[in-house]
């Protein structure tokens, strides 16, 4: 299918006109006809769209997607399992809103695109009950841990490995249930519990009193990176405080539509971190934290809760975006005695989503004997995206792949990122192709550089 370059009411694709079989944007909050007018159809963001450089079809492009929203608010184009299926190939990785030189907010666009698809558009079963068990599981981490015990037999027994070398499951399982079980880490008994106190003190001198979001997913999949962050922390003057109410923070939901369960996971954030005195609440992992700065935005509409969310946005940092600002006073050590080649990874909610690039390569740095190399196509998508790699295997695939190789071909001796997803993926792709290039996140390097552990 071919979307015309300057479309009008004569060269439209008459494939896409409306069709009474399908639904078509209902009126809560359409894609914003303003918004969509300030595209000028330069094409500039095909470039750096990593589903283009993919699929390579304009309808899988951002210029693409605006002219199907277009369409569908004039009553051109019908919301059909097709169409639906362009805006679901989209990663959310914010790329093009980085290089749009007329400043369309596509992120805002596509926000309602997918809340409107997740209303109007009928999916088929299989979709609908795996999106059901995603939704109802990955972000309650109480539930989650119930699955894990099943999961740490299929590790400890050596079923994994049979099957990842036998592939046995491959011809009985969807491709989407298969994703996850690639993406699976090793399980350890601290994915089974949080241990923290609610109140941690800081290590010497107290400089500030901090929240930390523990994550959903993270805490389960990924606990040693708050274990770090937590250290990493009170060894820099922090008090830190974990809310025991906190939960998942709504970002898994608010990427993929699911509007009740992100205002409800919303509210339930702000109402654990409420009226505890804090400096900054921060957070560790980048997809979250575009979330949580986003709280402002996504409960403006809400009497009860607006103002709150505004405030609590506020006070959002990552944490090395925090850690940058207020400085490190913690002594660091070399983590090995000849000099350490990183290549650090920039998340796309970091990087497309927070403007954040500049901290956590500067944080890094200071670690004595520390190199850093930039890898080509830096700013493209690893294809993690939330549960992209599950919900779109294919594509996911394709960019984890790419990333792999462009951020090992830097020759760097270890790769960090700061994101629990992109963790996942590369971590699944250094396997893939048999590297052995270690991956961990930068609160975890400087965790081992001040205690004086050596890599
Ligand atoms: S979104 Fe921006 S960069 Fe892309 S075609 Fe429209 S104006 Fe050009
Ligand atoms: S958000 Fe990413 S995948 Fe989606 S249109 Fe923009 S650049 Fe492409």
Redesign the pocket.
Known sequence: MQVPDQPNSENRNTDLRSDSLFPAFDSKNPPNPQLIDA???????LSTCPSYRVIGKETDS??GR?YLMDGINEGEIPLSPAIAQHFDSCLGCLA?VT????G?E?DQLIEATRAQTERNHRRSLPEQLLRKFIFATFPYPKRLRVLLAPLLAYQKLGLQKLQRSLGWLEKLLPKQILAMESLLPNLTAQSFQDNFPEVIAAKGEKRYRVGMLLGCVQRVFLPEVNNATVRVLTANGCEVVVPKLQGCCGALSHHQGQEAQTLELAKQTIDAFADLNLDAILVNASGCGHTLKEYGHILKNDPDYAAKAALFSQKVKDVQEFLDRVGLTAKLSPLQDRPLTIAYQDACHMLHGQKISLEPRRLLRQIPNVQLRESIDAALCCGSAGIYNILQPEVGHELGEMKVTNLTDTGAQLIASANVGCITQIRKHLKLQNKNTPLMHPMELLDYSIRGQKL
């Open positions: 595209c000028v159809h330069c094409g500039f963001c951002p210029r605006i093009c290089t749009c030189p007329s369309v596509y």
